[in-house]
């Protein structure tokens, strides 16, 4: 292990996030309400210790696979801790551990909340957790990578711990310039989004919230009711759009750029990500019509954003579906568990895992059919290495065993099964929303200090897809060992 090189670079990770706090800063010192002082604040103690850690000399930059793992874990630890301040400082968040929970959920883009009157809050404050959510979509680490000059080629192994998915591969050969490309792509796309909510009719302010919330797939709000407290079908549409495009592998954005449209159209997780969302809004309009909306367009347009926020995992409402059919309620539910692609910015286990979990089923079937036959799995064309689709099976257990024991933890709070099982489902897969109490209307207010510092853990454990986090806690991680 290199632990120089950890803390050095926890030490650059912090001053990335003093530098995102400006912002904030800035617009707290525009409307001037009272959370200026937070801000300048937290600035100073993240800039004094994220110069200090930086100060560190290294005796080798190399970093590897173990040293890649421990900076994510630990730097989106100390992210969510020192991102806390501004919500503690301020007094807008006066409990130490429902502020860390607030942290949590808008760096790991949950979105999921303990404030029970957000339109309250100075706009500074309610700034920062949206930029905090946009930061933590894309990676803070990822940026981290693509601006800071010392950073070398071989953190990929930092990539690799970061981003969603199985792989998230290379476009180009040096990761660095693989990340810019990244942030690149996801600045524009949050431009564009920007640019038609203003088009709308939003305020440049509400504009900037809700783009920020949809293409971190995070969903915060500066509104009480959502996306529904505007009332508008254009801005609703523009959003349940965007919300889709940021739940697409960003590969396949820059195979597009690159003119490779044909293996685009042609790849499969696509296909399967885009075939969930229309069978499960078909299945909802036609369970609620008639039923909770009395007009045929009326239930295609809630059902339609509802289904795009729940499989993007971005946890935006124009509806109450806890008063949904229970059909339609159970089809959210396993969209909750299947999120969308690899490679976005959503959250869930990811449409490939799924799809290639489901070509594993399948040979083991033919398998028993024909017990001589070589069967392979393969995905666009290509075979899947064994030791990947053991990868998919060793986190799908992972996944199911980490909800399993929060939601025994949870369980405590002697809430009902539908709201607590839910709640651990909305933060491991980074939703926001439930059922129950912690629906669309309602929040995590209500649970115990204990079962928040779970959920808040289990925000992060989702959004870096469990190992990172879970390997902080294995003592053999941390002994030295020749490499």
């Known amino acids: 292990m290199n632990y120089r090189m950890i803390f050095k670079s926890l030490g650059s990770v912090l001053c990335i996030e003093a530098v995102c706090m400006v912002p904030s800063l800035l617009v707290s010192i525009i409307y001037s309400q009272g959370d200026t002082i937070s801000f300048l604040l937290s600035i100073m103690i993240l800039v004094s210790l994220g110069l200090g850690l930086r100060r560190i000399k290294t005796i080798t930059n190399n970093i590897y696979a173990r040293d890649g793992f421990a900076i994510v874990a630990l730097g989106w630890l100390s992210v969510s801790i020192f991102g806390a301040l501004p919500f503690l400082i301020s007094g ?62 071989n953190t990929l192994h930092i990539m690799k711990a970061e981003s969603p998915g199985p792989d998230p591969g290379k476009f180009v050969p040096r990761i660095k310039q693989t990340a810019k490309i990244l942030y690149t792509i996801y600045v524009i796309l949050t431009a564009v989004q920007v640019i038609f909510l203003l088009v709308g009719g939003m305020p440049l302010y509400d504009s900037l919230i809700h783009a920020f919330g949809t293409a971190s797939t995070g969903g915060f709000s500066n509104r009480n009711a959502s996306v529904g407290a505007y009332g508008s079908v254009y801005i609703e549409t523009i959003i349940t759009i965007f919300m889709l495009l940021f739940g697409v592998n960003f590969s396949l954005y820059y195979a597009f750029l690159k003119g490779n449209i044909k293996s685009v159209l042609r790849d499969e997780e696509l296909r399967f990500y885009l075939g969930t969302v229309m069978i499960a809004i078909l299945l909802i309009v036609f369970n609620t019509y008639g039923s909770v909306f009395q007009s045929l367009g009326e239930s295609i347009r809630y059902t339609s954003f509802q289904v795009s926020s729940i499989i993007t995992t971005t946890g935006y409402a124009t509806a109450d579906f806890t008063l949904w059919p229970a059909f339609s309620q159970a089809l959210l539910v396993i969209l909750m568990f299947i999120g969308a692609s690899a490679g976005s910015t959503a959250g869930g286990m990811k449409c490939i895992r799924i799809l290639l979990l489901f070509k594993i089923i399948k040979r083991e079937v033919i398998k028993i059919i024909h017990p001589r036959s070589v069967q392979t799995v393969k995905i666009n064309g290509r ?33 009902d099964l539908v709201s607590t099982a839910t709640a651990v489902i909305a933060c491991l897969s980074n939703i926001g929303p439930g059922l129950g109490i912690v629906g669309p209307a309602g929040n995590f207010a209500d649970f115990s200090l204990t079962s928040k510092a779970v959920l808040s853990l289990c925000m992060i454990i989702g959004r870096l897809e469990i190992y990172p986090i879970l390997l902080l806690f294995a003592p053999t991680f941390w002994k030295r060992v020749n490499m």
Do not use: C, Q
């Open 92 to 153: 807008a968040v006066p409990s130490v551990i429902d502020a860390l929970f607030e942290s949590a959920s808008a760096f790991s883009t949950t979105g999921a909340s303990i404030i029970r009157e957000i339109e309250g809050l100075p706009k500074g404050i309610v700034f920062w957790r949206s930029f905090a959510h946009w930061m933590g979509g894309m990676g803070v680490l990822v940026l981290m990578i693509a601006i800071l000059p010392s950073v070398k080629a």
């Open 383 to 415: 075979i899947v290495e064994e030791e990947i689709l053991s990868g998919i099976m060793t986190f799908f257990f992972a996944y199911i065993a980490v909800f399993t024991a929060s939601v025994i933890i949870v369980s405590l709070d002697n809430k």
